[in-house]
C-alpha cells in the first residue's frame, strides 16, 4: 500500500505561483509513475501532469504546458507540482496519484491506470 498526501494549496492571484508537494509512505516512489490531476466543480477529474519513474519523461496537458513543472525527488519520496502563472481557469481540486502499470509517459494520462490517490488539495485562483 502506498499512502499520498498533497499539500501546498491555497488561495491565489491571478499570475502568481503554488507549490504542490506529494509526499508518499508505505513504499518507495521510486517505482511508481507519477501524475497530478485535477478537479473543479462540476467537471470530471482531468490529468495535468505526469512524470515516469526515474523522471527521464514527463508529460503536460495542453492547458498547463509552459507554465507547470513537474519533478520527483525519490530519496525525499516526494513528488512536486511547480505551478506559475496561475489562472482562474487553474482553480481545482489537485490530486497527486501512483501508477504502477503505466508503462510509458504515453499511458500516464488515464486515470484508470493509477492504483493510489491522495486526499486532494484545494487550489483557488482569484481573477
Known amino acids: 500500500q502506498v499512502q499520498l498526501v498533497e499539500s501546498g494549496g491555497g488561495l491565489v492571484q491571478a499570475g502568481g505561483s503554488l507549490r504542490l508537494s506529494c509526499a508518499a509512505s508505505?513504499?518507495?516512489?521510486?517505482?511508481?509513475?507519477m501524475g497530478w490531476f485535477r478537479q473543479a466543480p462540476g467537471k470530471e477529474r482531468e490529468f495535468v501532469s505526469a512524470?515516469?519513474?526515474?523522471?527521464?519523461?514527463?508529460r503536460y496537458a495542453d492547458s498547463v504546458k509552459g507554465r507547470f513543472t513537474i519533478s520527483r525527488d525519490n530519496a525525499k519520496n516526494t513528488v512536486y507540482l511547480q505551478m506559475n502563472s496561475l489562472k482562474p481557469e487553474d482553480t481545482a481540486v489537485y490530486y497527486c496519484?501512483?501508477?504502477?502499470?503505466?508503462?510509458?509517459?504515453?499511458?500516464?494520462?488515464?486515470?484508470?491506470?493509477?492504483?493510489?490517490w491522495g486526499q486532494g488539495t484545494q487550489v483557488t485562483v482569484s481573477s
Open positions: 496519484a501512483a501508477s504502477a502499470r503505466a508503462s510509458n509517459i504515453i499511458l500516464a494520462v488515464r486515470t484508470t491506470l493509477y492504483d493510489y
Open positions: 512524470i515516469n519513474r526515474s523522471s527521464g519523461s514527463t
Open positions: 508505505g513504499r518507495t516512489l521510486s517505482t511508481y509513475t
